[in-house]
């Protein structure tokens, strides 16, 4: 499986979300990724994917090529950055404790329960 750039796969996922399809796109490319071996950097992949959740292909490509979102797209990158994030997963909890790395059910629970959350709260 290849890594893709996924930058204009965010600005679609912030143009599909404008349109109340911010979710629906990015199950979208998540399964055009991980279950269709799709490239998520192609612009005709990112089109397709907003025609699935029943979006217009055209407006998608315009939103593409005029990076109408890419400025936003970019302060969100360099505030996560800021944050300390370099990589994926990375959870935050209460806005202030970050984790990185895939931790399993058993870690995130501990930490949870840690930050004073019951097992209660979140089963």
Do not use: C
Request: proline content about 2%.
């Amino acid at each position: 499986m290849r890594i893709y750039n996924t930058y204009q796969a965010h600005q679609m996922i912030e143009w599909a979300d404008e349109r109340g399809k911010g979710h629906e796109m990015k199950e979208a490319l998540l399964s055009a990724h991980f279950t269709d071996g799709r490239n998520v950097s192609d612009p005709d992949v990112l089109v397709e994917a907003a025609e699935d959740i029943g979006l217009a292909g055209a407006e998608a490509r315009t939103a593409l090529e005029d990076g109408s979102h890419a400025d936003s797209v970019r302060q969100r990158e360099a505030f996560w950055t800021g944050q300390g994030i370099r990589g994926v997963p990375a959870m935050i909890f209460n806005g202030r404790h970050l984790v990185t790395g895939a931790q399993g059910i058993e870690n995130y629970t501990s930490i949870l329960e840690q930050l004073g959350y019951s097992r209660n709260s979140f089963t």
